[in-house]
Nanobody
Framework: QVQVVESGGGLVQPGGSLRLSCAASRSIVSILRMDWYRQAPGKERELVAGITSSGMTNYADSMKGRFTISRDNAENTVYLQMNSLKPEDTAVYYC???????????????WGQGTQVTVSS
């Protein structure tokens, strides 16, 4: 069974913090990168942050300085530490994995079901 499962979402007040986790199945034996995307109602899905298996990171401009992405390669897990949260951060956050279940097969995209983050007073 191949799964990508997010956790850690919830309700937080403006200025608060949350840490999201994304665990990819161990059956994904090689991962090129893992990313966090988000989608708010009425808006298109946007990239929040990404990290390669070697640790190279990138962030959307609006998240720089507030969000930090990290990973645990041994656990096929990526984290998103979110600080100084704003109401406009409210969205469903999705984990994306570019990986393969076999080194003899093509890499493909895997997506989690998403976790809701709501920033409100």
């Amino acid at each position: 069974q191949v799964q990508v499962v997010e956790s850690g979402g919830g309700l937080v007040q403006p200025g608060g913090s949350l840490r999201l986790s994304c665990a990819a199945s161990r059956s994904i034996v090689s991962i090129l990168r893992m990313d966090w995307y988000r989608q708010a109602p009425g808006k298109e899905r946007e990239l929040v942050a990404g990290i390669t298996s070697s640790g190279m990171t990138n962030y959307a401009d609006s998240m720089k300085g507030r969000f930090t992405i990290s990973r645990d390669n041994a656990e096929n897990t990526v984290y998103l530490q979110m600080n100084s949260l704003k109401p406009e951060d409210t969205a469903v956050y999705y984990c994306h994995v570019e990986g393969t279940t076999s080194l003899f097969r093509s890499y493909r995209d895997y997506w989690g079901q998403g976790t809701q983050v709501t920033v409100s007073s």
